[in-house]
């Protein structure tokens, strides 16, 4: 057997390259926030994009068009937390007076000893109800928002933060070209034109994904409402923003969200009515999954269930709400990546 000498050289551009690389990871990890601020006005701008074209197929010019859309969201935005909103929080805060009572009805309930003890947990005996009060009210504090301005800004991070999203979403959005230019900037010359191609593909089937889930969050929200408060379950309301929430998890969100109501239901109108609740939610889910969601969601072709849960999870650890809004743009942009990869059409690369 001879010895076989291998010898691996590297080129003055490969080294080049990768230091370059690897500078510009560094600086997107230190300047992250500023990363998640531009990604997210994107993202605002191109699912608003769909909304400008309607004004501007009725003769309005672009800038109008744009300003006439961001008046429509502030003024739905206005009525949600000045009008639905308290209201909400109202229906929560009797829900959270009525704990007490719904913990001492649970603890009496030898059942959940079993599956505490199963699962690992305290029991309900082991818990007082002061515990668990204090533990609510520590969570759900910051809930409690003065006016609608500082809700937004806590929820996006920040008056700052938000103020600047809110900006550059409508500097991408007035600009027709904006994002365009944007990744122009960032985007070496020679991937420009698949870069862009790759980008509007993403855009298509974001705006598609998003409208979806927004049309279906609102009917089952609507549905959960109308029929919990015929069948006389409390806090209905509250209920309805849970399940519509919720709608975003493909698969266990409607479970997760009918947990609650069943429970709620139950404890305060007896074995019937927790029945009755039950079979409210399965009836509201067959009726999504066979009519709903074929017709609104599965438009959508590929952005698989589990791709979005992972997506959701990841971007909710790494980066908090942002990284929710964030997650299932990016999880779709990587996904005609993949794709494209695939199919062999990245440039440089053979099939």
Do not use: C
Not at 303 to 328: K, N, Q
């Amino acid at each position: 057997m001879s010895d076989r000498h291998i010898n691996i050289s590297f080129s003055t551009g490969t080294v080049l390259k990768t230091l370059v690389i690897a500078a510009v990871a560094w600086l997107l990890w230190v300047l992250r926030d500023v990363a998640l601020i531009v990604l997210t006005a994107i993202v605002i701008a191109s699912a608003v994009e769909p909304g400008v074209r309607f004004f501007m197929r009725q003769s309005f010019p672009r800038i109008l068009s744009v300003l006439s859309v961001y008046a429509l969201l502030f003024g739905v935005f206005f009525i949600l937390f000045y009008f639905f909103f308290p209201s909400v929080l109202q229906d929560f805060a009797t829900f959270v007076s009525s704990l007490p009572s719904y913990l001492d009805y649970l603890t009496r309930a030898g059942a959940f000893d079993t599956y505490s003890s199963i699962l690992g947990l305290p029991a309900p005996s082991a818990v007082t109800s002061d515990e668990i009060m204090a533990s609510v009210r520590g969570a759900f504090g910051a809930a409690e928002y003065s006016n609608a301005f500082s809700a937004a800004s806590q929820i996006f991070g920040g008056v700052f933060s938000f103020i600047l999203i809110i900006v550059f979403s409508f500097y991408f959005a007035v600009v027709e070209t904006g994002v365009d230019d944007f990744l122009r900037i960032v985007t070496p010359k020679s991937h420009q034109s698949y870069i862009l191609g790759l980008w509007r593909r993403s855009q298509h089937k974001i705006g598609l994904w998003m409208q979806g889930q927004l049309i279906l969050a609102v009917l089952i929200a609507v549905l959960v409402f109308l029929l919990l408060t015929i069948f006389g379950v409390p806090h209905a309301l509250m209920l309805a923003v849970i399940a519509g929430v919720f709608e975003i998890i493909p698969v266990f969100g409607p479970i997760l969200a009918a947990v609650p109501g069943v429970m709620i239901a139950f404890v305060a109108g007896g074995p019937v009515l927790g029945i009755t609740a039950a079979v409210v939610y399965v009836v509201i889910q067959m009726f999504e999954n066979h009519l709903i969601y074929p017709q609104v969601v599965t438009r959508v072709v590929g952005v698989p269930p589990l791709l979005v849960i992972l997506a959701l999870i990841i971007g909710a650890e790494l980066a908090g709400f942002l990284g929710v809004i964030l997650s299932v743009p990016i999880a779709a942009t990587l996904q005609e990546f993949v794709s494209d990869i695939e199919a062999g059409r990245i440039p440089g690369r053979s099939a």
